[in-house]
């Protein structure tokens, strides 16, 4: 949308354009690689040791934050 990468979340009668996330890069890059699979902290910590120049605690740390976000916008449990 505009250039932006979104995940829209299904409302009880379709699409609900209330709960649209945006995505940034790393986030995306978070998205491709689990969407759709029962992820861990710790693949959340493989993709971003895999694909940036990071240290495990950052990835620890930038992860926990990542799956929060999630789970206060009620993509995951």
């Known amino acids: 949308m505009a250039g932006e ?3 829209v979340m299904p409302g009880t009668y379709g699409v ?3 709960r649209v996330i ?3 890069a790393s986030s ?3 998205w491709e690689a689990l969407a759709g699979s029962d992820f861990e902290l710790a693949d959340v910590v493989r993709v971003l040791t895999d694909h940036y120049e990071v240290d495990q605690a950052t ?3 930038d992860a ?3 799956i929060e976000q999630l789970k206060q916008c ?3 449990e």
Request: charged share 15%; net charge negative; no cysteine.
């Open 16 to 18: 609900d354009m209330t």
């Open 22 to 24: 945006s995505l940034n």
């Open 64 to 66: 926990a934050a990542w």
């Open 5 to 7: 990468h979104i995940v």
């Open 74 to 76: 009620g993509v995951v």
């Open 28 to 30: 995306l890059v978070l």
């Open 59 to 61: 990835a620890e740390r």
